[in-house]
């Protein structure tokens, strides 16, 4: 049975799962490797991003845009107290789906990372 160095990656939903096998395709073991380093760095868990948005009701609206790198959102919901909680609301029902696609964007990323690196031949980083 062949290594997949996927498996590593904890609470990763079935659609996230699917679309990192579609990223490391094309990777020899040493880049898949590098790649999922990298990428544990940088992706968020549904269930940080879904406590972020409860504390909108706290006061603190818009935590779970900046987070996610959404800083207009971000400035937007903190101003206007998330819309008046209709986009907080909103925001929690959708928090797998923003999840999702700040997750996409950092294997895209991670992906790229691996690609120059591989490029100018260093393997691993420093």
Do not use: W
Request: hydrophobic letters at 40%; proline letters at 3%.
């Amino acid at each position: 049975m062949e290594n997949d160095p996927l498996i590593n990656l904890k609470g990763m939903s079935l659609e996230e799962y699917s679309y990192l096998k579609q990223v490391v395709a094309g990777m020899n073991p040493r880049q898949a490797q590098n790649f999922v380093m990298f990428y544990s760095d940088r992706r968020k868990d549904p269930q940080e991003i879904l406590l972020f948005t409860l504390l909108g009701f706290l006061g603190v609206a818009g935590i779970q845009r900046f987070i996610t790198g959404q800083m207009g959102m971000g400035i937007l919901y903190f101003l206007t107290l998330g819309l008046c909680f209709i986009g907080t609301i909103v925001d929690i029902v959708n928090h797998k789906s923003i999840t999702l696609e700040f997750n996409r964007k950092a294997a895209y990323e991670s992906a790229q990372l691996v690609k120059i690196m591989s490029d100018q031949g260093t393997e691993t980083p420093s």
